[in-house]
């Protein structure tokens, strides 16, 4: 087993590091060691997708349909409705 020494390592740091290793009941060190090694296995797996992706991937344009979209400045066909009093 090697050893691996952090040198500089903030005071608010530090203190969290100890209370989080208080609350899994380990020392500090072993702490240290699980969230190293959760780190780096994590640097192994897949990207998570983000939601632009998601919504590319569900509603992109193979799922789509294409919409007639009238041109802009057009007088509408109908009349707009009446909201006033009769």
Known sequence: MVSLLIR???KALHNRLKARAAEHRRSLEEEARELLRTAVARQGTEPRENIVDIARRLFGPEHGIE???????????TPPPEFGER
């Open 67 to 77: 919409l007639d979209i009238p041109p802009r400045g057009r007088a509408p066909e």
């Open 8 to 10: 500089n390592v903030d």
